[in-house]
């Protein structure tokens, strides 16, 4: 009897390296993922305690709806490129959109310190929301790329907690260079340390191309050629006819809900509570 193939060299990478699906057998290259990770939040999380009072103090805006309008473009930005991510990663590899996404941010540390007019602040968001429809899903697509079928849910674990860690721990850094220094430039260039960090990993770091190959090559039954994977059969399935991902898609809306509604009613009180929010938890 022969005994069960383990996750060993059956495939060879670009560079010739044999390749191995598993967190053991690929350490390195996934913990240089989870620091990408960490600069994707860290850029993310630059902007929660802040922007909204750039826009009430240093614009002198004074609708809650124009206060809010980053929020609003980020949101869809990300969410328009999370949508096409998918499509994109079938014509790209996965590390040439992710340095794709972190070439799109660069602006966005120096727009957010010295942007002129608020307009600018809400095309920083756009750029922003591309970025991290990107990178963040691109680093959490080569997480599982590299650990395989059996250890998918732990890799989505360390991404999701590198990234939100960073972003908690950056809106709270900024909260105080912002009492110390002013609501801008000092808060925002710590961006600029995230961004340099960030698409210099993404730029180290080996596709998983590979991997996607040999996990197909071990797949025990063919891949479905006539199911409809269109944009409009996708989303139905998605968001009615199957319970799991209908569930998994609501679930996922509430959190970023949660998610989006501290950053965006914080900072309604006086600035100087604002400021001390992120200090006080």
């Given at each position: 009897?022969?005994?069960t193939?383990?996750?060993a060299?059956?495939?060879?990478?670009?560079?010739?390296?044999p390749?191995?699906?598993g967190?053991?057998?690929?350490?390195?290259q996934?913990?240089?993922?989870?620091?990408v990770?960490?600069?994707?939040?860290?850029?993310?999380g630059?902007?929660?305690?802040?922007?909204?009072?750039?826009?009430?103090?240093?614009?002198?805006?004074?609708?809650?709806?124009?206060?809010?309008?980053?929020?609003?473009?980020?949101?869809?930005?990300?969410?328009?490129?999370?949508?096409?991510?998918?499509?994109?990663?079938?014509?790209?590899?996965?590390?040439?959109?992710?340095?794709?996404?972190?070439?799109l941010?660069?602006?966005?540390p120096?727009?957010l310190?010295?942007?002129?007019?608020?307009?600018?602040?809400?095309?920083a968001?756009?750029l922003l929301?591309?970025?991290?429809?990107?990178t963040?899903?691109?680093?959490?697509n080569?997480?599982?790329?590299?650990?395989?079928p059996?250890?998918?849910g732990?890799?989505?674990?360390l991404n999701?907690?590198a990234?939100?860690?960073?972003?908690?721990?950056?809106?709270l850094?900024?909260?105080?260079?912002?009492?110390?220094?002013?609501l801008?430039?000092?808060?925002?260039l710590?961006?600029a340390?995230?961004?340099a960090?960030?698409?210099a990993?993404?730029l180290?770091?080996?596709?998983?191309?590979?991997?996607?190959a040999?996990?197909?090559?071990?797949?025990?039954?063919p891949?479905?050629?006539?199911?409809?994977?269109?944009?409009?059969?996708?989303?139905?399935?998605?968001?009615?006819?199957?319970?799991?991902?209908?569930?998994a898609?609501q679930?996922g809306?509430?959190?970023?809900?949660?998610?989006?509604?501290p950053?965006?009613?914080s900072?309604?009180?006086?600035?100087?509570?604002?400021?001390?929010?992120?200090?006080?938890?």
């Amino acid at each position: 009897m022969n005994p069960t193939p383990t996750p060993a060299a059956t495939a060879t990478g670009a560079v010739g390296r044999p390749v191995r699906l598993g967190l053991r057998e690929n350490w390195p290259q996934f913990t240089l993922l989870v620091v990408v990770n960490v600069c994707v939040g860290g850029l993310v999380g630059l902007e929660r305690t802040t922007v909204p009072l750039i826009g009430s103090e240093s614009f002198g805006l004074t609708s809650d709806l124009a206060v809010f309008s980053f929020i609003i473009a980020f949101g869809l930005a990300k969410a328009l490129t999370n949508l096409a991510a998918g499509a994109l990663t079938s014509r790209f590899r996965r590390k040439q959109l992710l340095v794709a996404g972190w070439l799109l941010g660069v602006p966005v540390p120096f727009a957010l310190a010295w942007a002129p007019s608020w307009g600018w602040i809400v095309a920083a968001n756009v750029l922003l929301g591309l970025n991290q429809g990107l990178t963040w899903s691109m680093t959490v697509n080569m997480k599982i790329d590299l650990v395989g079928p059996s250890r998918r849910g732990l890799a989505t674990g360390l991404n999701e907690a590198a990234g939100y860690t960073a972003v908690g721990v950056t809106a709270l850094l900024t909260g105080y260079l912002a009492t110390h220094y002013g609501l801008r430039p000092v808060p925002e260039l710590i961006g600029a340390v995230f961004v340099a960090a960030g698409l210099a990993l993404a730029l180290v770091v080996r596709d998983t191309a590979a991997h996607v190959a040999l996990e197909l090559a071990r797949h025990g039954e063919p891949v479905p050629t006539g199911e409809d994977t269109g944009l409009k059969a996708t989303f139905t399935r998605t968001s009615w006819r199957d319970r799991s991902l209908r569930g998994a898609s609501q679930a996922g809306l509430i959190n970023n809900l949660n998610e989006a509604s501290p950053g965006a009613s914080s900072p309604c009180c006086s600035p100087t509570t604002a400021l001390a929010w992120p200090l006080s938890g």
